[in-house]
């Protein structure tokens, strides 16, 4: 197939593509009981992006899809109060949280394909993670009084210091790993299927 993805145009068109279908898998969710929700690749297409055109575009992409989450979870903002507050969710939660994904551009220059596309989208999840864990802890730290702990958590980790931590890490960790474990293997799949079906070089310079 010959396609030139490397013009301005195509990559305007492939990206606004990509993060449409983003949103429209995210819609797709299991909630879990405990909070928090899993996708089916919802990510992957912002980790294709980025691989193919580099961490500013990647970031660019992925923060336009971290606009779009937070209007649709507006009502997450009904949860707490005070401009500091908001401005946390806003980023820690939404854009900030979501544009981390673009930073999975990192490893695109590695040889083989899949392990670029693998290990860009890990470390996009992981930089995501943290953005939660960091709201966990300051945003919604309250919710951890009422927060009945799995009982694998040893007390230690739950006196009033670290409860808040404790509670971040768990409650992110329930649904982020398997949303990373997706998105790393949906990563590598459909990365290497994109790259060899449309030739793509990640060293050919950008056209008009």
Same mark, same amino acid.
């Given at each position: 197939?010959?396609?030139?993805?490397?013009?301005?145009?195509?990559?305007?068109?492939?990206?606004?593509?990509?993060?449409?279908?983003?949103?429209?898998?995210?819609?797709?969710?299991?909630?879990?009981?405990?909070?928090?929700?899993?996708?089916?690749?919802?990510?992957?297409?912002?980790?294709?992006?980025?691989?193919?055109?580099?961490?500013?575009?990647?970031?660019?992409?992925?923060?336009?899809?971290?606009?779009?989450?937070?209007?649709?979870? !507006?009502?997450?903002?009904?949860?707490?109060?005070?401009?500091?507050?908001?401005?946390?969710?806003?980023?820690?939660?939404y854009v900030l949280a979501?544009?981390?994904?673009?930073?999975?551009?990192?490893?695109?220059?590695?040889q083989s394909r899949s392990?670029?596309?693998?290990?860009?989208?890990?470390?996009?999840? !992981?930089?995501?993670?943290? #953005?939660?864990?960091?709201?966990? #802890?300051?945003?919604?730290?309250?919710?951890?009084?009422?927060?009945?702990?799995?009982?694998?958590?040893?007390?230690?980790?739950?006196?009033?210091?670290?409860l808040p931590y404790t509670?971040?890490?768990?409650?992110? #960790?329930?649904?982020?790993?398997?949303?990373?474990?997706?998105?790393?293997?949906?990563?590598?799949?459909?990365?290497?299927? !994109?790259?060899?079906?449309?030739?793509?070089?990640?060293?050919?310079? !950008?056209?008009?």
């Amino acid at each position: 197939m010959d396609i030139k993805t490397n013009t301005k145009n195509f990559r305007l068109v492939f990206s606004g593509l990509m993060v449409a279908i983003a949103t429209v898998l995210s819609l797709f969710k299991f909630e879990l009981p405990f909070g928090g929700s899993i996708t089916i690749f919802s990510l992957v297409p912002l980790v294709l992006v980025a691989q193919m055109y580099g961490l500013g575009w990647g970031f660019l992409a992925a923060t336009v899809y971290g606009f779009i989450q937070m209007v649709l979870g !507006l009502d997450n903002f009904a949860y707490v109060s005070g401009p500091a507050a908001y401005a946390m969710v806003f980023l820690f939660d939404y854009v900030l949280a979501f544009s981390m994904m673009g930073l999975s551009a990192v490893t695109r220059k590695i040889q083989s394909r899949s392990v670029a596309a693998a290990l860009g989208a890990l470390l996009g999840c !992981l930089l995501r993670f943290l #953005c939660h864990f960091v709201s966990g #802890c300051t945003v919604w730290r309250e919710y951890a009084q009422g927060w009945e702990a799995p009982a694998f958590i040893s007390d230690g980790l739950l006196s009033p210091a670290l409860l808040p931590y404790t509670y971040s890490f768990t409650y992110n #960790c329930i649904y982020m790993v398997p949303e990373t474990i997706l998105t790393v293997i949906g990563s590598a799949i459909f990365c290497t299927i !994109l790259f060899e079906v449309m030739k793509i070089d990640v060293n050919a310079k !950008l056209e008009k």
